[in-house]
């Protein structure tokens, strides 16, 4: 059974469409992560929830809008996508937010914004 | 602000050969230090962590010692292997109030030869 699991692994749209990413994560963890990895693999946090409420939130466009339906899921809905929006997503939790908590991390979506 | 500085890659090795990447970071407080492993097409997992000065961390023949004097956290192997190739990531947690959010180096790649 994967640990932490993405959908869909690629993703290829246009220019302006509205796409959603889902994660979902059975360890039982109760904090999750979204993470966005650019072309240069640098890697940037952008929300965490924590028992379904928002406790990071990064510098992000207010295009992008996590929700999560429950401690297990996680989800990344981009509207209006824009060429710089093409990257990989990774999806992470830990058991709580406490600071030096390990964090594991799902496959990746890879996204390409054409 | 709190940052951490990776050595540039790539980094091409022999097989067996003696592997260091070295790890310094700026941070607040004293956070806990990681060092994840991106395998071609994966996602990340964390290879080890010390989440306090002095701590050793290891796993897989990697070590890594928080030296808390030189803000430090190198990586090292003794005899790489040809599977050890991937993007390595070194990364803290910032205490007080930091929720548990990673902040990644800009990784480097370690290319492994036969």
């Known amino acids: 059974d994967t640990a932490v699991s993405q959908t869909p692994k690629y993703l290829v749209t246009q220019m302006g469409n509205d796409k959603s990413i889902k994660c979902e994560q059975n360890?039982?963890?109760?904090?999750m992560y979204w993470y966005k990895q650019d072309s240069k693999k640098f890697l940037k946090i952008m929300f965490s929830?924590?028992?379904?409420?928002?406790?990071i939130n990064e510098t992000v466009p207010n295009r992008f809008s996590p929700k999560s339906p429950d401690k297990a899921h996680l989800n990344l809905h981009i509207n209006s996508l824009e060429l710089g929006d093409s990257a990989v997503y990774f999806c992470?939790?830990?058991?709580?937010?406490?600071?030096?908590?390990?964090?594991?991390f799902g496959p990746g979506t890879r996204l390409l914004v054409l | 602000g709190d940052s951490v500085t990776q050595m540039e890659g790539p980094v091409t090795l022999s097989e067996e050969a003696f592997l260091t990447i070295n790890c310094t970071y700026t941070?607040?407080?004293?956070?806990?230090l990681f060092w994840y492993v991106q395998y071609p097409g994966e996602g990340l997992q964390l290879l080890l962590k010390?989440?306090?000065?002095?701590d050793k961390g290891s796993n897989k023949g990697f070590e890594a010692t928080y030296r808390k004097e030189t803000t430090s956290f190198h990586l090292e192997k003794g005899s790489v292997q040809v599977s050890d190739s991937a993007v390595y990531f070194c990364?803290?947690?910032?205490?007080?109030?930091?929720?548990?959010?990673?902040?990644f180096g800009a990784g480097t790649r370690l290319a492994v030869h036969p």
């Open positions: 992470a939790s830990s058991q709580d937010w406490d600071e030096g908590e390990t964090q594991y």
């Open positions: 929830y924590n028992n379904k409420e928002l406790i």
């Open positions: 360890l039982g963890h109760d904090t």
């Open positions: 941070a607040t407080g004293y956070p806990s």
């Open positions: 990364a803290l947690t910032i205490p007080s109030g930091g929720y548990n959010k990673l902040i």
């Open positions: 010390a989440t306090k000065a002095d």
